[in-house]
């Protein structure tokens, strides 16, 4: 069998680039490497059970001994790394977590992939591909008349999550320019989709409404997103690890500039179509809440060498891709519920005890 190796594949974008790839009856298969926090999810795998070609391994990336160990047997042919402590508002509360596995953890699989990669032969050397998932957040805030953010825009990130993607970002770079360790950096703007786990704000909007609960939104509600389908985020990758070219940095985004009051209004209309209350609109639940500190204002992304160069582009609109998601939290009220209470982490110990 042939590997690839994808990190962090049991959060959100990772889950659904692993169940999308493995739906490719003639990709390789992957070996999944996570640690399992908080965000990383096995039920989200479930289908996958008995399939020969996910091989999961519950490892932290600032481990290099596990990482030796893996890279040496399943020698893949490219490494896909999504794992990150991943959501701003944690950061803000406690950075040292984002520290360790966003620019520690990245360094020490960096170090292992490059001695992995050093014993290789020359032509599957230069065939190998270390893609790092990266955030449009790196550049930091735009004005409302500022253009969106290009590959060549410079960094200037504002949260402890963004400067330490910022830093996994530079140390990459100089991976490729110091080694000549073939790499590619995609920078996406916010995603959503199923999986997604319901300390985001779309997904925490549908289950707080579905709930009957507040749908909070920070300060006036009119910071603005771009706002990308998790699986239009995933063909960009797999078309990038493909035929991107090496050393070069790719923006990734939806066309899909909202303003958060907008996207919960939007949430809200959908669901009082598919699952109307009783009595009202789920709007009449929005309610504002103190700002985040530090809150950028506005992400605005231009994909278009992505497009030029690899030809892809979104297939989903805004309205489309959330009618999918929201259908999705309808149906999967058992993952939400698994997720919400955290039985999902007495499951895991229970099935994957080693
Ligand atoms: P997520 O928080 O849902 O999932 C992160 C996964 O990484 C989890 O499964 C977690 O268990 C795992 N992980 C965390 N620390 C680890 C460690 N030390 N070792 C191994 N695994 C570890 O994140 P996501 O939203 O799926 O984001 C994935 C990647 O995409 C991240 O790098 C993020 O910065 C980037 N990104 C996310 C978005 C978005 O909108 N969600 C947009 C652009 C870029
Ligand atoms: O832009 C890409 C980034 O998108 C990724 O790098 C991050 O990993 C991902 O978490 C996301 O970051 P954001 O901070 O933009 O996403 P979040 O869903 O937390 O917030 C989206 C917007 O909604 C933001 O302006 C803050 C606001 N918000 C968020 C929450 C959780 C609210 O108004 N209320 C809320 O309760």
Known sequence: MHYILVTGGAGFIGANFVLNWLSDLGADSIVNVDKLTYAGNLKSLASLEGNERHVFSQTDICDREALDQILAKYKPRAIVHFAAESHVDRSIHGPGEFIQTNIVGTFTLLEAVRAYWGTLEAADRDAFRFLHVSTDEVFGSLAAEDPQFSETTAYAPNSPYSASK??????????????????????????????????KLIPLVITN????????????????????????????????????????????GGWNEKTNLDVVNTVCD???????????????????????PGHDRRYAI????????????????????LRKTIEWYLDSQGWVQNVMSGEYRKWVATQYAV
């Not at 830093?167 to 360790?181: M, N, P």
């Open 166 to 199: 910022a830093a996994s970002d530079h140390l990459v770079r100089a991976y490729h320019h110091t080694y000549g360790l073939p790499v590619l950096t995609t920078n996406c703007s916010n995603n959503y989709g199923p999986y997604h786990f319901p300390e």
């Open 209 to 252: 409404a579905l709930a009957g609960k507040p749908l909070p939104v920070y300060g006036d509600g009119l910071n603005v997103r771009d706002w990308l389908y998790v699986g239009d985020h995933c063909a960009a990758i797999r078309e990038v690890l493909a035929r991107g070219r090496v050393g070069e940095t790719y923006n990734v």
């Open 270 to 292: 959908l669901l009082d179509a598919l699952r109307p209350k009783p009595k009202g609109s789920y709007r009449d639940q929005i309610t504002f809440v103190k700002d985040r």
């Open 302 to 321: 231009d994909a278009r060498k992505l497009e030029r160069e690899l030809g892809w582009k979104p297939a989903e609109t805004f309205e489309s891709g």
